[in-house]
T-cell receptor, first 115, second 113 residues
Framework: QQQVKQSPQSLIVQKGGIPIINCAYENTAFDYFPWYQQFPGKGPALLIAIRPDVSEKKEGRFTISFNKSAKQFSLHIMDSQPGDSATYFCAASGDRGSTLGRLYFGRGTQLTVWP | ETGVTQTPRHLVMGMTNKKSLKCEQHLGHNAMYWYKQSAKKPLELMFVYSLEERVENNSVPSRFSPECPNSSHLFLHLHTLQPEDSALYLC????????????FGPGTRLTVT
């Protein structure tokens, strides 16, 4: 059973658009939700992360929105650029039991930004 | 070198070969991980080492054998692999207690012929 469900699988937007990637989880032990960005030939790199005590976090053009009651979180990329074309993974980790220190990844979203 | 490094970056091996993947982290972390990344699948956690002890083994076939001689180095020994083992193998490290962000290496692209 997949712990973190991510959608869409792929996404194409025009430059300047705002792609949104959604993730959902069930395990209430999760308390840390990072997003990773992966370019071809590279390993995933941490992009931005959020904890459930806040509903939104911004870093530059990247924003995470978090809905604790719905157990959903999403990544928004403002003013998207062709250089943002990559695969994005959401993940979740917890602070106790089997979730401690372990990252559960979504399946990834391949984003293409057309110039 | 900084961050997490992996060697080799590409490896082609026959099903009867024995090879090893190497990972080194320069971040002072005390936990290291092996992941398998296949097309159209989520990242699969294979092994976790914390303070040089294996703390997790996710039902990985015995043809994959990890080794962690110290907190900076992690190996994945491979023998009698199958074509379906072809994938990108990623190493990551983090600080374990409390858990922190995991930093990934660039991966080793493995092709089994």
């Amino acid at each position: 059973q997949q712990q973190v469900k991510q959608s869409p699988q792929s996404l194409i937007v025009q430059k300047g658009g705002i792609p949104i990637i959604n993730c959902a989880y069930e395990n209430t032990a999760f308390d840390y939700f990072p997003w990773y960005q992966q370019f071809p030939g590279k390993g995933p790199a941490l992009l931005i992360a959020i904890r459930p005590d806040v509903s939104e976090k911004k870093e530059g053009r990247f924003t995470i929105s978090f809905n604790k009651s719905a157990k959903q979180f999403s990544l928004h990329i403002m003013d998207s650029q062709p250089g943002d074309s990559a695969t994005y993974f959401c993940a979740a980790s917890g602070d106790r039991g089997s979730t401690l220190g372990r990252l559960y990844f979504g399946r990834g979203t391949q984003l293409t930004v057309w110039p | 070198e900084t961050g997490v490094t992996q060697t080799p970056r590409h490896l082609v091996m026959g099903m009867t070969n024995k090879k090893s993947l190497k990972c080194e982290q320069h971040l002072g972390h005390n936990a290291m991980y092996w992941y398998k990344q296949s097309a159209k699948k989520p990242l699969e956690l294979m092994f976790v080492y914390s303070l040089e002890e294996r703390v997790e083994n996710n039902s990985v076939p015995s043809r994959f054998s990890p080794e962690c001689p110290n907190s900076s180095h992690l190996f994945l020994h491979l023998h009698t692999l199958q074509p379906e083992d072809s994938a990108l193998y990623l190493c990551a490290s983090s600080q374990d207690r409390p858990p922190s962000e995991q930093y990934f290496g660039p991966g080793t692209r493995l092709t089994v012929t």
